[in-house]
């Protein structure tokens, strides 16, 4: 069985917001075991979601984002087998035109409930089944500090779509596999397997470990065991077939 680790520790000690941002990026068991101890979380949550809002936003708000946000719109309506309709083309146009607000809104609003539910699911499969006596907080801080990986993702991702001029990442496997069939079900998995989100999960797995006293490993493979069961529904889903 795993315990929490017990702290009275006053809020005021330990580590400032920019020390643990750096600590979860470059010592992730050193700074988990002070967000353990210290569970604060709302200051990385914002500024995770204002560098997401601020960096989707700026991307959005150029014509450049605009055009790529059509483009995809194409592409899916193109891999599902079908057309725009000629009213939901014109709608789709203006909305593209919103996406600088509709977008980090909906990352603002949508962001944290997510956050609650993965932490809820979390919580019962180390709490409820494998008997650990983490707290919420303790694992909700856990989780939002893990996120601050994405902060560098946003910072690299679109930046980089923007030169690009597309929405798609330049950060997954299938960037490395160009001669694959563009929409094949192979094409759609790699293009899921992407290298921000391993560093995310090893980095989430890392602060689980320390939260629940538990090696790192196992809890890591069960975690990517989950993450490629869902990069092959989508691609199942989404994808042609195969390559």
């Given at each position: 069985m795993s315990e929490a680790p017990a702290t009275s520790l006053p809020a005021s000690s330990g580590l400032s917001l920019p020390a643990r941002f750096w600590g979860i990026l470059a010592s992730p068991r050193e700074t988990s075991a002070d967000v353990v101890a210290r569970p604060r979380w709302f200051g990385m949550a914002a500024l995770v979601l204002v560098v997401t809002g601020l960096c989707v936003g700026a991307f959005f708000f150029t014509q450049?984002?605009?055009?790529?946000?059509?483009?995809?719109?194409?592409?899916?309506?193109?891999?599902?087998?079908?057309?725009?309709p000629e009213a939901q083309w014109a709608v789709t146009q203006k909305m593209a035109g919103y996406m600088w607000l509709i977008y980090p809104v909906a990352t603002v609003v949508l962001g944290p409930v997510m956050w609650l539910v993965v932490t809820g699911i979390l919580f019962a499969v180390f709490n409820a089944a494998m008997g650990g006596t983490a707290t919420f907080r303790q694992l909700f801080a856990v989780f939002v500090h893990s996120t601050a990986v994405t902060v560098v993702q946003q910072l690299f991702v679109w930046p980089m779509n923007y030169v690009r001029e597309t929405m798609s990442s330049a950060t997954n496997l299938g960037v490395?596999?160009?001669?694959?069939?563009?929409?094949?079900?192979?094409?759609?998995?790699?293009?899921?397997?992407?290298?921000?989100?391993?560093?995310?999960?090893?980095?989430?797995?890392?602060?689980?470990?320390?939260?629940?006293?538990r090696k790192t490993g196992p809890i890591a493979a069960g975690l990517f065991v989950v993450y490629g069961v869902i990069a092959?529904?989508?691609?199942?889903?989404?994808?042609?077939?195969?390559?």
């Open positions: 450049v984002g605009q055009t790529a946000f059509l483009d995809q719109a194409v592409e899916q309506a193109r891999t599902a087998g079908r057309e725009i490395f596999l160009p001669m694959l069939e563009e929409g094949s079900f192979l094409a759609k998995f790699l293009g899921m397997i992407d290298l921000f989100l391993v560093w995310w999960v090893v980095v989430l797995a890392i602060g689980l470990g320390v939260l629940f006293k092959v529904i989508v691609a199942a889903f989404f994808g042609r077939g195969g390559a």
